[in-house]
């Protein structure tokens, strides 16, 4: 046991995290802005918009993955650009995992905060118009706040589910043992080259993280009863 | 100080429209549930927008479709108190309070709630409040805003009976002190009749003509002003081609003049199984029912569906076929669109 555990490679554990962390910053702001757009947008564009950034979540991963690679593709217009002009190269990269990560989860981020402030109450929003307070004061003071356990719920989502992603991941980003190697793809590869224990101690990792999340999910939501 | 607003909103069901000027004084807007009343508020706080029209307040134009003017909510110092009292659940009753203030000056926030009994309730959250203190604290909040008009939206409808007129002795002792527009919307004839000056019945969205609550009260013109003046028998009149009017319910055929007259009403105390007069409804399957305010016969009318309720004294209940009137107690009652 202690020879495995001092001759296996850490690195998908570290990826992941690094990873799921990314991601979740990244979903965090893009996801609150987006639902305040969309919470307080009318009409054609409100469901359309809301179509969109929830589309992610119904596509296969995979569908998702192929979709970015012909964005990010180094011979696509956009992936040729981010080389040559800024050198930024998405596709086998550890930005890949990001990226991907980021897209799968975000509208777990943004449909948790989106009907954290749908929840909010109408008049008390009417209430601090009457009273004067700016639009800007009215989310600091009064939105963000009033959504805040469904925004901490939704970051818990995100990066659980960032954590995880495989579909997406393996098509941007590839398999890179050291670079874009994450932990769901390493007990894939593993268990294609039959190393049960390998994939069997990833497993009891994943189901540690999870544990803490949903512990940690548990302790939140007491403190705020 | 003065409140102008002369609007039009189509709504689904109804087109509202309103006009109404009112200056420091308190006017009412009466109405069913549905009636628009609450819209009209929303209209003038510029929550909502109204397709055309022009809202004024001291001068300053908050809404003018013509001129394509439209100032939103912040800047129309239109202080609103909500039916439910929307404070803000994650914040004390000072920080609701101060959060309208201009100037955050604490000494002043500890000097309203001095002034109403609130003093202890500083530091508690709304959910920790009862209806009163919630509705106090709404109060508190909307004034500290320094609004330039008030709108109070069915103020005592989230509360119990007794607290109700405890906490409507004092919204009138706070009317009386300000000298500022104040329009109260409310389905409850009590409270429309304790604090307002006059009174505008709202019927399908339409705001009738503002007249004296105490004209209203007396000379109800329109079915909405006589269910506003506590008319209990109300029902559809129809001229005649002889030049009478029938009312179909009541199986009942008066001579009466006057245009436009789309139903009759009399009140119960004005109905009598003695003869106090020539005029008479002829009436069946008469029954004595109790109420709060003493007992009361209520029956159907010969040959009509309708039904009719007479102010009686217990003592005297036995069979009746007719219910006596006075002739000038009959209120002939107008379109409700009259002026339109």
């Known amino acids: 046991m202690l020879t495995f555990l001092s ?4 690195s998908p554990l570290w990826i992941s995290l690094k990873t799921g ?4 910053i990244i979903s965090f702001f893009m996801g609150i802005y987006f639902a305040r757009y969309v919470v307080n947008a009318r009409g054609r564009r409100k469901s359309v918009i809301d179509a969109i ?7 296969p991963p995979t569908v998702a993955g192929f979709i970015l690679l012909r964005i990010f593709g180094l011979r696509r217009p956009m992936g040729a650009f981010l080389l040559e002009a800024l050198d930024i190269k998405v596709v086998q990269t550890w930005l890949g995992c990001v990226i991907a990560a980021t897209v799968i989860s975000f509208p777990l981020m ?3 905060a989106k009907s954290a402030f749908e929840q909010i109450d109408c008049s008390i929003i009417h209430a601090a118009e009457t009273l004067g307070m700016s639009n800007h004061e009215i989310f600091w003071r009064i939105q963000l706040p009033l959504a805040k356990p469904g925004i901490m719920s939704g970051i818990v989502l995100t990066f659980a589910r960032a954590l995880g992603e495989y579909g997406a991941t393996a098509m941007l980003a590839g398999n890179i043992p050291g670079r874009t190697s994450t932990i769901s793809q390493r007990i894939a590869m593993v268990i294609q080259d039959g190393d049960y224990q390998t994939a069997g101690f990833w497993t009891v990792i994943v189901i540690l993280i999870g544990f803490a999340i949903i512990v940690w999910v548990r302790l939140l939501t007491d403190k705020e009863k | 100080m003065s409140l102008y607003a002369s609007f039009r909103k189509k709504l689904l069901s109804f087109d509202l429209s309103v006009d109404i000027e009112v200056s ?3 006017v009412s807007i009466f109405g069913f549930s549905g009636a628009g009343k609450s819209m009209t508020l929303k209209c003038i706080s510029g929550i909502e927008t109204p397709d055309s029209g022009l809202i004024m307040l001291n001068g300053r134009v908050l809404y003018d479709s013509e001129r394509g003017i439209n100032l939103p909510p912040q800047k129309r110092r239109v202080g609103y108190l909500f039916q439910d009292y929307a404070l803000f659940p994650h914040m004390t009753v000072e920080q609701n309070i101060m959060a309208g203030m201009k100037i955050k000056d604490r000494a002043a926030v500890m000097e309203w709630l001095r002034r109403y009994e609130l003093s202890d309730c500083i530091d508690r959250y709304p959910a920790e409040l009862s209806g009163g203190q919630k509705q106090r604290t709404a109060i508190i909040r ?3 805003s320094e609004p330039d008009c008030l709108l109070l939206d069915e103020p005592f409808s989230a509360l119990d009976v007794q607290l109700k007129w405890r906490l409507e002795q004092e919204m009138k002792e706070l009317l009386k002190d300000i000298s500022k527009p104040v329009i109260l919307v409310s389905h409850d004839r009590d409270e429309v009749f304790r604090l307002s000056d006059r009174v505008g019945c709202m019927r399908m969205g339409n705001l009738e003509g503002i007249r004296k609550t105490d004209d209203v009260f007396d000379h109800p013109l329109t079915e909405t002003e006589a269910v506003l003046a506590g008319c209990e028998n109300i029902a559809s009149a129809y001229r005649c081609e002889d030049g009478s009017l029938y009312i179909a319910e009541w199986n009942h055929r008066i001579a009466a003049s006057g245009e436009n007259i789309c139903a ?11 003869q106090i007069s020539d005029s008479y409804i002829e009436i069946q399957d008469s029954e004595l029912q109790r109420g709060l305010d ?3 016969l209520v029956c159907r009318a010969k040959g009509g569906s309708g039904r009719l309720k007479c102010s009686i004294d217990a003592e005297e209940v036995c069979k009746y076929d007719r219910l006596y009137y006075r002739a000038e107690d009959m209120l002939l009652l107008k379109d409700d669109n009259h002026d339109k």
Do not use: C, F, Q
């Open chain 1, 7 to 10: 001759e296996l490679d850490w």
């Open chain 1, 21 to 24: 962390i990314a991601a979740t």
């Open chain 1, 53 to 59: 950034l929830t589309l992610p979540i119904v596509l």
């Open chain 1, 110 to 112: 943004y449909h948790n």
């Open chain 2, 24 to 26: 420091d004084e308190t």
């Open chain 2, 142 to 144: 909307m004034l500290a």
């Open chain 2, 264 to 274: 009759a009403g009399i009140r119960s105390d004005k109905l009598s199984v003695h």
């Open chain 2, 294 to 296: 003493g007992h009361s």
